[in-house]
Nanobody, 127 residues
Framework: QYQLVESGGGLVQPGGSLRLSCAGS????????IAWFRQAPGKEREGISC????????NFEDSVKGRFTISRNYAKNTVDLQMNSLQSEDTSTYYC????????????????????WGQGTQVTVSS
């Protein structure tokens, strides 16, 4: 069945970097816009970044603009989130999600748009 699998989480010092990867299992991600969300304890799940199915459009939440980048590799059936200049406030569980909404060239960070979800990977930023 359709599954998304996140990897790359871990412990990093403030100012450091991590690269998260989202891999499709049982289906190709080519036809889907892919987004990264995060949720910290006691907080709402928030959209961080998304990339359109054709890769032409990316969007970022204001708090991560200039620090995070998103990219996709069709041959590997993956979408990566490069996170730089990490801060303690970035500590959270990170999830990837897929949607067919938006056609080929758009995406948005609305929870209700996304029908397929990964299990999450923990990112902890601490000295």
């Amino acid at each position: 069945q359709y599954q998304l699998v996140e990897s790359g989480g871990g412990l990093v010092q403030p100012g450091g970097s991590l690269r998260l990867s989202c891999a499709g299992s049982g289906f190709t991600l080519d036809y889907y816009a892919i987004a990264w969300f995060r949720q910290a304890p006691g907080k709402e799940r928030e959209g961080i970044s998304c990339i359109s199915s054709d890769g032409s459009t990316t969007n970022f939440e204001d708090s991560v603009k200039g620090r995070f980048t998103i990219s996709r590799n069709y041959a590997k059936n993956t979408v990566d989130l490069q996170m730089n200049s990490l801060q303690s406030e970035d500590t959270s569980t990170y999830y990837c999600a897929a949607t067919i909404r938006g056609g080929g060239s758009s995406c948005r960070l609305n929870l209700g748009d996304y029908r397929y979800w990964g299990q999450g990977t923990q990112v902890t930023v601490s000295s």
